[in-house]
C-alpha cells in the first residue's frame, strides 16, 4: 500500500515493520526516520507525472548516475522509476524552506524507490571509515557505534576495514551511545594502557533522546533535549579521554540556520556543545563527479577545515572518492606533489627524484604501483609531503626573554 512519509516515523514508533521498495523489485525494511530540519527545498517533476520535494543535496538515480538534486538539468536527465524505465525531469524548481525528512534502508546499495523515483542515503561516514581501517592497521582498536543502520560491510571490507576485529554497536538513543562509549573504553584500557582506540560515531543527526522517543507527536519542546544530553555528556567524556590515546569522532548534518544572511548558514543537530568540545572540525562537500564513459563511478570532494586545535586551521584539500574503493590517497599524494613543485610534469609524464637522488619517471597511472612496490621510497616520498605541507611550530626566537621586565609588565609601566 502506499502511505504518505510522514507516516513512518508513527508507524515505526509502533514497532510495526515498515518496507519499501528497491532495485530488483525488492521490498527492504526502513530501519530509521531521519527529520533533517528546515532545509531549502526543491521540487522535482517528471514528464511521466512523478513528482517530489528534497533538499538540494537529495540523490537520485539519472542517466548520468546518482546525481544531487542540484546538479539535475531539466530536459537532459533522467530519473529511474519503478516501473523500470526512465522519465526525463522538466521542472526542478526551489520552492522555498521546509522541514525535511528521510528514510534509511536495509538495502547495501542504500537505494529506495519514493514518489517512484530511485532514491538514496548518502555515505557520509567514508571518511571516518577510512580512520578506522588506519587504526587498525597501527593495531589499535576501531570502533563503530551506528545510529542510522544502513552501513555495508563489503565497502568497509572494500576501503581496508578488518570487519572480524571490528567492534560494531547498533544503538538509537544518544544517551545509549554515551554510555556505551563509556563501557568501551574501560573494557578496552583493562587490557592494555597504551593500544591506539577510535570511535566513530555514525551519526548525530539520526540518534533520538530518550525524551523524544517516549513523547507524544503533539508534544513541544523535546528537540532540546538532545542538545542538554549532548553537554552533559560531552562534559563528561572529553575529561574521560583527554589524558588517553583516544580518537572520538562523530559524523553529522549540516542544516541551515533560519533568517541567517551573514557567516556561516549552516548549523548542526544537537546543539552547540560538539562543535565547542571538538579539537578538529572538517566540513565535507562534493564539488564534481568523476566519470568513465557516461557512468559516475565517484566525485570529487573538498574538506573544509572549520576548527582545528591540532594545527593550522582553515586549510582545505580536493581529494576523489570512488564508489568501489573509497579515498583514492596516492592520487592525492601525486596532486600535493605537483602543487608544491616536487615533481615536474612533460605531457603525461612525471619526473621526481628518489630517496638516492636519481631521477624516475612515470606515468600517473603507474604512480599507486611504484609506491606500492618500494616501501622505502614510499617513506620517502610521504616524509617529503609532510615536511613540506605540515605546519611546525616554531619559539619565539627573536625576542630577548632576559631583556624583559616582567614585574614591569605586570603593573603596566611597559609594553
Sequence with gaps: MKIKIKEVKELLSQGKTVKVKTLGNKYVNISKYIEKGVMDTFAVVLQNGNSIKCSANHKFFTNSGWLECKNIIPNEHMILCDDNTYSYVTDVTPIGKYNIVDITVDDENHAYFGNGMLNHNSGKSLLAAHLLAETQKKGGVAVYIDTESAVSQEFLQAIGIDISKLVYVQLQLIEDVFTAIENIIEKIRTSSKDKLVTIVVDSVAAASTKTEIEADYEKDGWATTKAIVMGKALRKINDMIARQRIALIFTNQLRDKLGAMFGDT????????????????????????????????????????????????????????????????????????????????????????????????????????????????????????????????KSATDVDLDALDVEAIKEGEME
Design 266 to 393: 549552516y548549523t548542526t543537530s544537537g546543539g552547540r556543545a560538539l562543535p565547542f568540545h571538538a579539537s578538529v572540525r572538517l566540513r565535507l562537500k562534493g564539488v564534481g563527479q568523476i566519470k568513465k564513459g557516461d557512468d559516475v563511478i565517484g566525485i570529487k570532494c573538498k574538506a573544509l577545515v572549520m576548527k582545528n586545535r591540532m594545527g593550522p586551521p582553515l586549510r582545505q584539500v580536493d581529494y576523489d572518492m570512488f564508489f568501489a574503493s573509497g579515498i583514492d590517497n596516492y592520487g592525492g599524494w601525486l596532486t600535493l606533489l605537483k602543487n608544491h613543485e616536487m615533481v615536474s610534469q612533460s605531457g603525461a609524464w612525471y619526473t621526481i627524484t628518489d630517496q638516492k637522488g636519481e631521477e624516475l619517471r612515470f606515468q600517473a597511472k603507474d604512480w599507486a604501483g611504484m609506491l606500492e612496490g618500494d616501501a622505502e621510497f614510499k617513506e620517502y616520498v610521504y616524509n617529503q609531503i609532510a615536511e613540506t605541507v605540515i605546519m611546525k611550530y
